[in-house]
């Protein structure tokens, strides 16, 4: 079992540019979520996909979008980079439901946008 | 909304040592749980320990145990026997089932460093 594996693992863009972040969830699962983590700081919930919907999101402008694919696969999408959305940015997955609450993280991609 | 403060943002123990980080919370939910994860500096989040809020008992896992107090929204984690391994971020979390699905709030987290 691969876990939760997610691509690429380092990232630079510019400002205003765009870029897709990808995840494969651990094998199982269904639920996929997405943290920014900024340095020093604590995951902040995206948003979360089951069954290629968005089920919920956070705080997040429409900057960032999503998508899950039906292996359960999910992008993340942020457009018009900013300085700020310099982050390690993690997906996390889950059974349907939660399953024992637990969710599986994976390693994280590091954008960093100049 | 709900809310999770960690406040202590690091801390240091001597290799075999007990630590105690801590964790509150808010919510006005009565069902809910609760986590500890740790993040090491090669990134990837794994669970610690979990706490179901309807459970009186304080979740143990080998050397970590939690403290949980309810009523004055308190959990804390407790490392005994501190191993070098067990450098890395640690984040307290909360989570609550909403419709369809669950929401998770974390802590902004402890850095912990234990001392050879």
């Known amino acids: 079992d691969a876990g939760v594996t997610q691509s690429p693992t380092h990232l630079i863009k510019t400002r205003g540019q765009q870029v897709t972040l990808r995840c494969s969830p651990k094998?199982?699962?269904?639920?996929v979520s997405w943290y920014q983590q900024a340095l020093g700081q604590g995951p902040q919930f995206i948003f979360q996909?089951?069954?290629?919907?968005?089920?919920q999101r956070g705080n997040f402008p429409d900057r960032f979008s999503g998508h899950q694919f039906p292996n359960y696969s999910s992008e993340l999408n942020v457009n018009a980079l900013l300085l700020g959305d310099s982050a390690l940015y993690l997906c996390?997955?889950?059974?349907?439901?939660?399953?024992?609450?637990?969710?599986?993280f994976g390693p994280g991609t590091r954008l960093t946008v100049l | 909304a709900q809310t999770v403060t960690q406040s202590q943002p690091e801390m240091s123990v001597q290799e075999a040592e007990t630590v105690t980080l801590s964790c509150t919370y808010d919510?006005?939910?009565?069902?809910?749980?609760l986590f500890w994860y740790k993040q090491p500096p090669s990134r990837q989040m794994i669970l610690v320990i979990r706490?179901?809020?309807?459970?009186?008992q304080n979740a143990t896992e080998n050397r970590f145990s939690v403290n949980f107090q309810k009523a004055a929204k308190s959990f804390s984690l407790k490392i005994s026997d501190s191993q070098l391994g067990d450098t890395a971020m640690y984040f307290c979390?909360?989570?609550?089932?909403?419709?369809?699905?669950?929401?998770?709030?974390f802590g902004t987290g402890t850095r912990l460093k234990v001392l050879a």
């Open positions: 996390a997955s889950s059974p349907t439901g939660g399953g024992n609450n637990e969710q599986f």
């Open positions: 979390a909360f989570m609550k089932h909403v419709p369809g699905t669950y929401k998770y709030i």
């Open positions: 919510t006005s939910e009565s069902n809910y749980y």
């Open positions: 996909y089951y069954e290629e919907e968005e089920r």
């Open positions: 094998s199982g699962h269904d639920t």
């Open positions: 706490q179901e809020a309807y459970k009186q």
